[in-house]
């Protein structure tokens, strides 16, 4: 088993971590994701990014089930912020070039802007993406993320988006 492993840490636009980026295909289409739910998350199908039984596993353990599901609770619980920024801490691709798997962990400060002007909030967050071949007719450059699992304070982002 021939496993590759690439490591991104601070902005993905700094030189030395494009440049890594475009080496990776996991790492490309991440930033592409991560580009379309940022500007077109209410025109993008949500089978473009995630498999039609992919399953996201919430801080508290519950799940959500499908990529509509997925795709409907993000923007719910981002959409209740003026804008939602992240500041990439860093990005681990652990890619298995025999099976074509990648498990992506992803590290970031989500600024979360209060609306009416009323502040900032800085939100630790992490993610680890399963990411495989996409399902027939479906998915962005061959791939889909199957699961999902992220780790964040639920109750401060609860708290700050009633403020």
């Given at each position: 088993?021939?496993?590759?492993?690439?490591?991104?840490?601070?902005?993905?636009?700094?030189?030395?971590?494009?440049a890594l980026i475009a080496t990776s295909p996991v790492l490309?289409?991440?930033?592409?994701?991560?580009?379309?739910?940022?500007?077109?998350?209410?025109?993008?199908?949500?089978t473009k990014y995630y498999a039609s039984t992919a399953t996201?596993?919430?801080?508290?353990?519950?799940?959500?089930?499908?990529?509509?599901?997925?795709?409907?609770?993000?923007?719910?619980?981002?959409?209740?912020?003026?804008?939602?920024?992240?500041?990439?801490?860093?990005?681990t691709a652990l890619s298995n070039d025999e099976t074509g798997?990648?498990?992506?962990?992803?590290?970031?400060?989500?600024?979360?802007?209060?609306?009416?002007?009323?502040?900032?909030?800085?939100?630790?967050?992490?993610?680890?993406?399963?990411?495989?071949?996409?399902?027939?007719?479906?998915?962005?450059?061959?791939?889909?993320?199957?699961?999902?699992?992220?780790?964040?304070?639920?109750?401060?982002?609860?708290?700050?988006?009633?403020?």
């Amino acid at each position: 088993m021939t496993i590759s492993t690439t490591i991104i840490r601070g902005s993905p636009s700094h030189r030395d971590n494009k440049a890594l980026i475009a080496t990776s295909p996991v790492l490309s289409w991440y930033a592409r994701y991560v580009v379309d739910f940022a500007t077109a998350k209410t025109t993008t199908p949500p089978t473009k990014y995630y498999a039609s039984t992919a399953t996201l596993v919430n801080p508290d353990q519950s799940t959500i089930s499908g990529a509509d599901a997925i795709w409907d609770y993000y923007i719910h619980l981002y959409g209740q912020f003026e804008k939602c920024a992240h500041e990439v801490i860093s990005m681990t691709a652990l890619s298995n070039d025999e099976t074509g798997t990648h498990t992506l962990l992803v590290e970031t400060i989500n600024h979360l802007h209060l609306r009416d002007n009323k502040g900032v909030v800085p939100l630790p967050q992490a993610f680890a993406y399963e990411i495989s071949e996409a399902e027939e007719g479906a998915g962005t450059a061959g791939l889909q993320i199957w699961e999902l699992r992220c780790y964040f304070e639920r109750g401060l982002l609860q708290r700050v988006a009633k403020s």
